[in-house]
């Protein structure tokens, strides 16, 4: 690892393989790897996660909108792609670039066999989503005549494989519900299966339902933050290793005295004598102003300094008294030690959110042993 000279998000690639390895080692054999690249690769850089991913002989992968499928096969990459949300306004490019869309109602069904029959297309695969309880997309287990009936006065699509999404994988309070949602997924496929006469791939489990419900890890499993290095327990973490180190330097220190006040509204107020260091990243950056009045901090030479006052658009200000710094000195903003997902959880968010918000201002640097 080289010290930063400049904000960077550093992209340890070696870390990717490790954590894809680990997650592969809980799968049967026969159960296929979908590597969810979606929001950027979860803020780290889609295009260079997945070639990277391409080369380990991933299954598939799954972004959440047509124009991040787009971005992929610009850059090279043929592995088969699942466009988790897709709108009807992007149907043609989809068929165009060889995406595969989840089919999640009535409406994108029909429009999606609209566009396939223009473009010629027989047995185009899509995925057919089902609400199992998040309620946020899919068909309903009662949906299934419908649809069997659509698909079957066509041959412009195939139901490649239908899925589903669990709510609360990561949370143990919540087995009973999970455990409820597992079974009815599976008297939707094995009635989707009894009345189209073919039996699609199957899957249900994101990261934490890998690690958590093995008996539902089915055809294919579907995994994002696992892959970037977080297990949504303590347990878990121990396992993977964080693939992205924010860092930055300190570009300059003050020295204020008793009741001077540090950046926008004054919103800091010293109690004696202090010294302050500002940090070129600010909330453009992803640094979201939660951060700031001491909800977060960074790591300047091993010691914790938090942020004081109020994030500005390019710079953090962050107390350093009591720390043996200079500027040019590097800053740690998050790395595998010093984790994301502590600070995310010192402001009361989470992993997914404060890397997915890294902005695409930061410079992406690699790693590759
Ligand atoms: C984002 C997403 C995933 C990945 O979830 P992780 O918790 O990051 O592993 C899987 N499936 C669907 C439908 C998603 O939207």
Known sequence: MSKAQETVLEIDLSALTHNFNYLKSKLQPKTKFLAVV??????????????????????YFAVAYSKEGVVLRDAGITTPILVLHPQPVNFSTIIERCLEPSMYNAKILNEFIEIAEQHSQTNYPVHIKFNTGLNRLGFWENDVDYIVNVLKKTDSIIAKSIFSHLAASEDMDEKDFTKQQIHTFHSISNEFADKIGYIPWLHLCNTSGVLNYPEAHLDMVRCGIGLYGFGNSAKEDRNLIPIAS????????????????????????????????????????????????????????????PIIGNVCMDMIMVNITGIDCNEGDEVIIFNPKYKASNLAESAGTISYEIITSISQRVKRSFIKY
């Open 38 to 59: 979606k929001a950027f690769a979860y803020g780290s850089d889609s295009v260079a996660i997945a070639k990277h991913l391409q080369k380990l002989n991933v299954d």
């Open 246 to 305: 924010l860092k930055s330097v300190i570009s300059q220190i003050h020295n204020i005295e008793k009741d001077e006040t540090v950046g926008y509204n004054r919103a800091y107020k010293a109690n004696g004598f202090e010294k302050t260091a500002t940090i070129p990243i600010g909330h453009a950056d992803g640094v979201n102003r939660i951060y700031g009045n001491k909800k977060g901090f960074v790591t300047i030479n091993g010691k914790k300094a």
